[in-house]
């Protein structure tokens, strides 16, 4: 991003600072940090996402939208620990564990790091073949286990962004999957012994994100994962554009379809009730949960 003389918004001085154009607003670089800062925590009280004495679970990926919320989250005094999993990926998960380690040991973060490797012991391009599902897909759902049965009575909290909310929208509405359509919230309470989820990034673009980290000197890894699919990246930037073309617009949409999803999908969808999976305890809709039956898939193939 440009840096240019502003007239900033919040100390009226003219200095090298920045326009936020989906805003509408210019800010200098001093007043930007109090700006994102402020900005979520209004987002964490309109949604009633935590108090600030709530145990919070944050899952840090070592990623800048992540990294961003888990700083802020600390200089806002918030009690956070953090869940770093290692999906063992040769070169960038090791260089991201190490990060990982050293961000949350200077800002005095307590960490867990759980490899993905603990629970399945081959690598997850391996795993997606032998289940026959997308590596995101497996990889996502592996996670999700993962952050469950680690959070004990926690709010998870995740880095998704304004853009990637919106992204995933647009993406559902192109294929009509009216299940996860219906489901879109900052916030899915707690329910069947699943823990609190909250999005607190939800009404902020990843454009600030990078934004926050380089004004104040946070380091984050930058690579993106190497089996990112490709619809993923098509939705991501069909939603920049968005922004860019036409400012204000990805937010509007998304506090919009917040606005009309609960009329839109009134009568939909019938709830599934939960059982305990009888190998792990892990809630499920069938009487295996799907990571311990993936656990067997994998055995088989092992044994041949
Ligand atoms: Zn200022
Ligand atoms: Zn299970």
């Known amino acids: 991003m440009e840096n240019k003389k502003v007239r900033c918004k919040i100390c009226n001085s003219l200095k ?20 994102f ?6 987002t964490i009280k309109k949604f009633k996402m935590f108090q600030p004495s709530d145990p919070i679970l944050i899952a840090l990926s070592g990623g800048k939208d992540s990294v961003s919320l888990t700083k802020t989250l600390r200089d806002l005094g918030y009690n956070i620990r953090a869940l770093h999993i290692n999906i063992g990926i040769k070169g960038l998960s090791e260089k991201t564990e190490e990060f990982v380690i050293n961000f949350c040991e200077n800002e005095k973060i307590d960490l867990k790091i759980i490899k993905l490797q603990e629970i399945f012991p081959l690598p997850v391009y391996k795993i997606s073949k032998i289940a026959k599902k997308p590596i995101c897909a497996v990889c996502g759902m592996i996670r999700r286990y993962i952050m469950n049965m680690e959070a004990k009575g926690e709010t998870i909290v995740t880095g998704h ?6 992204s995933f929208i647009i993406k559902n509405l192109i294929f009509w999957n009216d299940d996860l359509l219906s489901r879109i919230n900052p916030v899915l309470s707690e329910k069947q012994g699943f823990s609190k989820k909250v999005k607190p990034l939800c009404l902020t673009t990843e454009q600030e994100t990078k934004l926050f980290c380089e004004v104040l000197g946070i380091k984050y890894i930058d690579e993106s994962c190497p089996y990112r699919s490709e619809v993923y990246d098509v939705f991501k930037h069909v939603t920049a554009e968005l922004n860019k073309n036409f400012p204000g617009s990805i ?5 919009g379809y917040l606005k009309r999803v609960k009329k839109m999908y009134s ?38």
């Open 16 to 35: 090298e600072g920045i326009s936020l154009e989906h805003y509408n607003l210019k800010l200098c670089l001093e007043c930007f940090p109090i700006f």
């Open 37 to 42: 800062r402020k900005r979520i925590d209004e």
């Open 161 to 166: 962004t304004l853009n990637d909310e919106v």
């Open 251 to 255: 937010i509007g949409f998304y506090k």
């Open 267 to 304: 009568e939909s969808i019938e709830k599934v009730s939960l059982q305990k999976c009888k190998d792990c305890g892990y809630l499920t809709s069938s009487e295996r949960c799907s990571i311990c039956r993936l656990k067997e898939k994998l055995l088989e193939y092992k044994n041949g």
